[in-house]
């Protein structure tokens, strides 16, 4: 297994170009998770798919969105109903709730603007992840129930492809009214969804608008984005701008300038991960259980699918594991270890690095299943 500083030498090698090209970078070519990361797994899932039917939660519906994905994995891998019951039981409430909202086709984050309510903030980059869980409950569906749930993310979709893709392919925030802009979240977790969707339906125009936000996305830089910055939010900026290039490799024609462009971004977003994770030597730049650290969690997903869907980085995944095994003994020793809420708005405790963890071990048990279409 590669120390720090080793991965960090693969890294800077990789970025230059000086290690040779896998024949091919599937699944196969990459290592089997170990029991223990296989059994933490379950474990987060088995908490989710008890409390996500639980009525009258506050958790905000993005963060439980990522609970599902990861359900629906769990589901594919097992086959057992209590998981899939868990994601359509979360799916159906958030189909009842976009019914009553303004405008048509939004989703209720469990914050801001209310069902049936004509103000208050509506956010498109909370609610792309919200589609996205839905999305992942229908492609395990059928019939009647599958086309109830595609209509709930062809309506979503359809609404924000109507108002907010800006002029320069960039993606705005609905009626947000912190920025009015193009901004890197909503861009970003809207185009993961219309690859998503493009390989599920084949609709020219979801790819030709995600690859548009692929390229504004790719004139930005993390460090910098606006109008928090990376020193206030952490991880939080680096994990969701990876939404979107993770979602766009296979769309993304090797040598291209595009590809070349998106690589140069996933070495940036790496890099910071290697200088602020934890897991190598168990000594993070930040405290874990800080608002600004919580989707560390979230960043071993994007290290996993580079190493699946890139030549030459198989290496990342030992530093999955490395946060990955961290993690667990931060989640075995907090008070508060479950799945539940914390506040109305942010979950500002273990929950969230338990969410997000939940969503990168589905990665690493079912490779590419986070993924998957219904064909």
């Not at 000086?18 to 070519?29: F, K, N, R």
């Not at 109507?162 to 009626?175: A, D, F, M, P, Q």
Request: proline share 5%; hydrophobic share 45%.
């Amino acid at each position: 297994m590669l120390n720090r500083w080793g991965l960090m030498v693969m890294l800077m090698v990789v970025a230059q170009g000086a290690l040779p090209a896998a024949d091919a970078p599937g699944v196969g070519a990459l290592a089997k998770p170990s029991a223990e990361i296989v059994a933490e797994f379950y474990r987060l899932c088995d908490l989710a798919a008890a409390e996500l039917p639980e009525p009258g939660r506050d958790t905000p519906f993005y963060a439980e969105a990522y609970n599902v994905r990861a359900l629906a994995v769990a589901y594919d891998l097992t086959g057992e109903a209590r998981y899939l019951d868990a994601c359509r039981a979360w799916a159906d409430r958030m189909v009842e709730y976009q019914r009553l909202m303004t405008p048509a086709g939004a989703y209720f984050m469990n914050y801001g603007r209310k069902p049936e309510a004509e103000r208050g903030q509506w956010n498109v980059a909370d609610c792309a992840s919200i589609a996205m869980g839905v999305l992942a409950t229908a492609v395990r569906c059928t019939g009647e129930e599958r086309q109830r749930y595609m209509e709930s993310v062809e309506s979503f979709a359809a609404l924000v492809l109507e108002k907010w893709v800006g002029e320069g392919g960039g993606i705005k925030n609905g009626l947000w009214v912190t920025f009015r802009d193009e901004w890197w979240c909503s861009s970003a977790n809207f185009a993961s969804l219309l690859f998503l969707m493009h390989r599920e339906t084949g609709e020219a125009r979801y790819l030709e608008t995600a690859l548009g936000a692929i390229d504004w996305l790719n004139r930005q830089r993390f460090e910098d984005v606006g109008p928090m910055t990376l020193e206030e939010k952490g991880a939080t900026i680096p994990f969701y701008m990876l939404e979107a290039w993770s979602a766009a490799w296979p769309e993304l024609a090797p040598g291209s300038e595009r590809r070349e462009r998106a690589e140069a971004q996933l070495d940036a977003a790496l890099a910071w991960f290697e200088a602020n994770r934890a897991g190598a030597d168990g000594t993070p730049a930040w405290d874990y259980t800080e608002l600004r650290a919580l989707k560390m969690g979230g960043m071993p997903f994007h290290l996993l699918v580079a190493a699946r869907e890139l030549p030459g980085r198989e290496a990342l995944v030992a530093a999955a594991d490395e946060e990955f095994r961290y993690i667990a003994q931060l989640l075995a020793t907090h008070p508060n270890p479950s799945m539940k809420h914390i506040s109305p708005i942010h979950l500002r405790s273990m929950p969230q690095m338990a969410i997000f963890t939940m969503f990168s071990l589905a990665e690493r048990v079912g490779p590419g299943r986070v993924y998957r279409t219904s064909k």
